[in-house]
């Protein structure tokens, strides 16, 4: 069965450096989204993107924030300065149809120090 | 913003018996809801789903009701396994937007 794929699962960085955390979305899938989970607390929204373009953010992505698909498989979220409260779980999901059931990847396991 | 709340962080069920899992939502824009499931070191797994025009679907042990007077959906899991054990997200969507969002979760332990 296809399921979407993410690396690395665990990364630990130090406050202000960037990180990459990379997914692989299910093949024929079009949307893609971010998410994330503070420990404790419930799975957030971060980002849409279809088309090549953000179709909708939340509040929490800010300026720090920005996704790409660099090529036709991979899709990346990329934190510019990390911050101590960006210590998190970071979920990739993939759609088929805007409307369709998002399929979660297994999660990046993001330490910031 | 809590528009999808479940107030039971956790649930003990015998083996065999059933579990219920309980989401409230306060927007009555919701057109669509999930269920999920979450083991640790996982992402969500979708389990199961329901339009905002039914009132019930059934998927071989899951069964999720939806009463949109009282903006209330349940999760009903019959029998329920060890194998079930695990944190319980419920979902909403609402065709306007491109996000889901989650309940804070219910960790549901099914006792051999």
């Known amino acids: 069965e296809p399921e979407v794929t993410q690396t690395p699962s665990h990364q630990v960085t130090q406050m202000g450096q960037e990180v990459i955390l990379r997914c692989v979305p299910i093949?024929?899938?079009?949307?893609f989204y971010w998410y994330r989970q503070i420990l404790g607390q419930k799975v957030e929204f971060l980002v849409s993107?279809?088309?090549?373009?953000?179709?909708?953010k939340s509040e929490i992505f800010d300026d720090q924030f920005s996704v790409e698909r660099p090529d036709g498989s991979n899709f990346t979220l990329k934190i510019r300065s990390t911050k101590l409260e960006d210590s998190a779980m970071y979920f990739c999901?993939?759609?088929?149809?805007?409307?369709?059931?998002?399929?979660f990847g297994p999660g990046t396991r993001l330490t910031v120090l | 913003d809590q528009q999808v709340k479940q107030n039971s962080p956790s649930l003990s069920v015998q083996e065999g018996r059933i579990s219920i899992l309980n989401c409230d939502y306060t927007?009555?824009?919701?057109?669509?809801f999930l269920w999920y499931k979450k083991y640790p070191a996982e992402g969500p797994t979708f389990l199961i789903s329901?339009?905002?025009?039914?009132d019930k679907n059934e998927d071989g042990r899951f069964t999720v009701f939806l009463n949109k007077s009282a903006k209330h959906l349940s999760l009903h899991i019959v029998p329920s396994q060890p194998g079930d054990s695990a944190v319980y997200f419920c979902?909403?969507?609402?065709?306007?937007?491109?996000?889901?969002?989650f309940g804070t979760g219910t960790r549901l332990k099914v006792l051999a």
């Open positions: 993107f279809y088309n090549n373009e953000i179709s909708e």
């Open positions: 329901i339009s905002s025009i039914k």
């Open positions: 927007n009555s824009m919701f057109d669509y």
């Open positions: 979902a909403a969507f609402f065709s306007g937007t491109y996000k889901y969002i």
């Open positions: 093949s024929n899938h079009l949307y």
């Open positions: 999901a993939s759609s088929g149809l805007r409307t369709d059931t998002q399929y």
